[in-house]
C-alpha cells in the first residue's frame, strides 16, 4: 500500500472473525516481507481463537525470494491457522502456490474470485 497503512485487517462474515490479508499489487520483495511481518504479528495476536484468513494477491508478482517469504510464513503460522482461503492468483502462481503449501504442510485453498 503506497500509504504505508496496513495489508492487514479484521473483518467478520456472519459473526466469524477473520484475518483479512490485503497483499494486492505486491511487486517488490520490501512490501511483501513487510505485509508478511504484518501477517504475522496480527495472527500471533488472535492466535487463541484459531485464525481463519483470506487473503488477495490479485496483481502481484513473485520471485523466488518472495516466494520463500511465504513459505517461511505459512509454516509459522501453522499452528495458529485453521483455514486458510487466497484469492487472485494466476495460473503460473497457483503452481508457486502449491509448493507453499507442500512446504508448509498446510492446505491452503485458492480461488479465482
Same mark, same amino acid.
Do not use: C
Given at each position: 500500500?503506497?500509504?504505508?497503512?496496513?495489508?492487514? $485487517?479484521?473483518?467478520?462474515?456472519?459473526?466469524?472473525?477473520?484475518?483479512?490479508?490485503?497483499f494486492r499489487g505486491l511487486q517488490r520483495v520490501e512490501?511483501? %516481507?513487510?505485509?508478511?511481518? %504484518? @501477517? !504475522?504479528?496480527?495472527?500471533?495476536?488472535?492466535?487463541?481463537? +484459531?485464525? #481463519?484468513?483470506?487473503?488477495?494477491?490479485?496483481? @502481484? !508478482?513473485?520471485?523466488?525470494?518472495? /516466494?520463500?517469504?511465504?513459505?517461511?510464513?505459512?509454516?509459522?503460522?501453522?499452528?495458529?491457522?485453521?483455514?486458510?482461503?487466497?484469492? +487472485? #492468483? @494466476? +495460473?503460473?502462481? $497457483?503452481?508457486?502456490? $502449491?509448493? /507453499?503449501? %507442500?512446504?508448509?504442510? !498446510?492446505?491452503? %485453498?485458492?480461488?479465482?474470485?
Open positions: 500500500m503506497a500509504d504505508g497503512g496496513s495489508r492487514v $485487517t479484521r473483518i467478520e462474515h456472519e459473526g466469524v472473525p477473520i484475518l483479512y490479508q490485503d512490501d511483501a %516481507q513487510a505485509a508478511f511481518e %504484518q @501477517s !504475522r504479528a496480527a495472527v500471533l495476536a488472535a492466535a487463541a481463537e +484459531g485464525v #481463519l484468513i483470506l487473503t488477495d494477491f490479485t496483481g @502481484s !508478482r513473485f520471485n523466488a525470494q518472495m /516466494v520463500e517469504a511465504a513459505k517461511a510464513l505459512a509454516a509459522q503460522n501453522k499452528p495458529y491457522v485453521r483455514a486458510s482461503a487466497l484469492v +487472485g #492468483l @494466476s +495460473g503460473l502462481q $497457483t503452481v508457486l502456490f $502449491t509448493g /507453499v503449501n %507442500q512446504s508448509a504442510e !498446510r492446505e491452503i %485453498q485458492w480461488f479465482n474470485d
